[in-house]
């Protein structure tokens, strides 16, 4: 089964806002894009647009907070963390206002809108400010519970929120903390983490591996920051060999951040899947996760390559 | 509330010992912005000894009015204002710019009782306000939210997206003053970036504009009674004011926009405010 997670998001807001009178939310012109249409629709005293300004919206998130309010800020990804980029870092984070920044449209989804409208930075952006959380779940399950526990967490937040519709991997039943990792699959040959659609493509990667006789250990890593470290340093200890799987591109990223942590306390591969420093192209939603390698593929293949890093074999070659 | 003439009168006594405040600050710090805290200070005098609803007992009461220092290299005449409102003890002066204390090089919500939100990149205080406003309005209150922009500030292209956003919505509870000094970083504003006709410009863009002399404490009272009444729309206070005002030889000096007073000129400038 496949649902938009943008859906799930929509609609867990609708709920919130039923919830709770202090939830507003504030879009910049893109809310059927976004979802947050339902919100306006049922609450639209409470809905604001601020029209095409990243900058301003952002700014004005800090100001409700500020007042007592518990603003949702939604703009397409690269446009929102980009031009709003120092507006999150002053008025939001340092001022510590309770503000929840949510980026759509993310990675290859925009397809043939091409490099322009490929955010493939925002986490990158997002995770270097001091104090914000930073999430991405993995489907619409997921997403409808980060909702719910950003509504609850009092402090800034930035989570990135999947625009086509995904495979469902996670269970209504599954916990879901904020900074707790979720173990997918259990394994003890290779560590595979993953965030967002990507989640989906670790688990298939996992199933090919076992074909080939490796048990890979699969990380819903929906919380990149601030990091599970414990769940990492337990799976890497266990497997020493690591493959990280996003959405988004290999600098500075969810990869970039496990890559970070583990070279410090328990140095083994990280293998890295999602755009290797490049920009996309106009091209379908399938082609560029092909373009990029965001593909279950290429996680199998970096997967192994991990495997024979730790082991002091030869990787397959590639260029 | 009291009568205007002895509003005119505190903001007058408060306005005298702010200039020796940040000219203390400035000196003992070594740094800092004095000539665009000495433009804006008869304003925040005026603001806060009339209008501010405010309670340094419990700075965060959630019925006070909000004043955002956009233009936060001036938080010298901030700091200073907190002083006299009892908000800060005037002995922390020493801590301007110092690594620890309470007073920052520029404004910190998270360090600072009185201070709403940190500013010193410029361009972000209208939007905040906007924010606050519209928040109060959801809330059913009469809180104002005041925000003071510089005029070189005016470059920064969010602060004409807050602009539209605050008529879009009508928000009559938001009041912008422009130190308008005429006077930037790397000279007069008209050298770097005209603004041109300021006053056409936001009245066009759906704002109330009053022009004042930011210096006349008179004037200032009754722009600020103006703003207060107007039901219509934000209302902008456009304050033609001197840098470096009631120093002589900081007057007009774009030099003195981020420079500190040494001992002689700290001593010289004293001596021409106690004279005042």
């Known amino acids: 089964m496949k649902i938009a997670p943008r859906e799930a998001y929509g609609r867990a807001l609708v709920e919130l806002g039923r919830e709770n009178d202090d939830i507003v939310v504030l879009d910049a012109d893109v809310a059927k894009a976004s979802m947050t249409s339902l919100f306006k629709e049922a609450f639209p005293d409470r809905f604001f647009d601020l029209g095409i300004a990243e900058s301003d919206i952002m700014a004005t998130g800090a100001g409700f907070a500020l007042a007592g309010k518990i603003p949702f800020v939604n703009a397409y990804a690269n446009f929102l963390l980009g031009n709003g980029w120092e507006q999150l870092r002053l008025s939001i984070c340092y001022s510590r206002q309770n503000v929840k920044i949510v980026g759509h449209n993310i990675g290859a989804s925009s397809g043939k809108d091409g490099p322009t409208h490929l955010p493939l930075e925002d986490i990158a952006l997002a ?167 965001m593909t279950s593929a290429k996680i199998v293949e970096e997967a192994e390559t991990a495997c024979a890093m730790r082991d002091g074999r030869p990787a397959a070659p590639r260029c | 509330m009291d009568n205007k003439e002895q509003i005119l009168a505190a903001a007058a006594r408060t306005a005298k010992n702010m200039r020796r405040s940040i000219i203390r600050m400035t000196h003992m710090a070594g740094g800092g912005h004095p000539g665009g805290c000495l433009s804006a200070t008869d304003l925040i005098a005026v603001l806060y000894e009339g209008f501010m609803r405010v309670d340094p007992q419990n700075p965060r009461r959630r019925d006070r009015d909000f004043f955002f220092l956009s233009k ?65 309005r959801l809330n059913g209150t009469d809180q104002r939210a005041y925000v003071m922009l510089g005029d070189g500030e ?56 009053l022009e004042i002399n930011g210096h006349e404490l008179s004037e200032i009272y009754d722009a600020l009674a103006e703003a207060r009444a107007w039901r219509e729309g934000p209302t902008v206070l456009i304050a033609h004011t001197i840098k470096g005002k009631g120093v002589s030889f900081m007057e007009g000096e774009v030099g003195w926009h981020a420079a500190a007073p040494n001992d002689r000129e700290c001593a010289l400038a004293l001596k021409e405010l106690s004279d005042l």
């Open chain 1, 127 to 293: 995770r270097v400010i001091p104090g914000l959380l930073v999430l991405e779940p993995a489907d619409a399950i997921e997403t409808r519970k980060a909702t719910r526990a950003l509504a609850a967490y009092a402090g800034p937040a930035y989570m990135r929120v999947g625009r086509m519709p995904t495979p469902v991997v996670t269970r209504e039943d599954d916990p879901f903390v904020l900074g707790r990792a979720n173990i997918c699959r259990p394994g003890q040959d290779v560590t595979i983490v993953a965030c967002g659609c990507m989640t989906a493509k670790a688990l298939e990667a996992a199933a090919e591996l076992a074909a080939r006789g490796l048990e890979a250990e699969v990380i819903n890593l929906h919380t990149i920051k601030p990091l599970d470290e414990e769940i990492l340093l337990a799976s890497a200890r266990k497997t020493r060999a690591v493959a990280t799987a996003e959405e988004h591109s290999v600098c500075g990223g969810m990869g970039g951040a496990v890559a970070e942590f583990l070279a410090a306390r328990c140095p083994v591969p990280v293998r890295a899947i999602g755009s290797q420093d490049i920009f996309g192209i106009c091209a379908s939603y399938e082609d560029i996760q092909e373009f990029f390698g």
């Open chain 2, 72 to 136: 936060g290299h001036a938080v010298p005449a901030l700091y200073a204002v907190l002083m006299e409102k009892g908000f800060l003890d005037p002995r922390e002066i020493t801590d301007f710019r110092a690594k620890t204390g309470r007073l920052p090089a520029y404004p910190s919500c998270e360090l600072t009782p009185g201070v709403d939100i940190a500013s010193g990149s410029l361009g972000q205080g209208l939007s905040v306000a906007n924010g606050a406003a519209l928040a109060a």
């Open chain 2, 154 to 209: 005016l470059h920064e292209g969010q602060v004409w997206e807050a602009m539209m956003t605050a008529a879009h919505y009508r928000l009559a509870s938001v009041c912008a003053i422009v130190d308008y000094n005429k006077l930037q970083l790397d000279g007069s504003l008209d050298e770097v970036k005209t603004l041109g006709d300021l006053r056409g410009k936001w009245d066009r863009f759906g704002w109330r504009a």
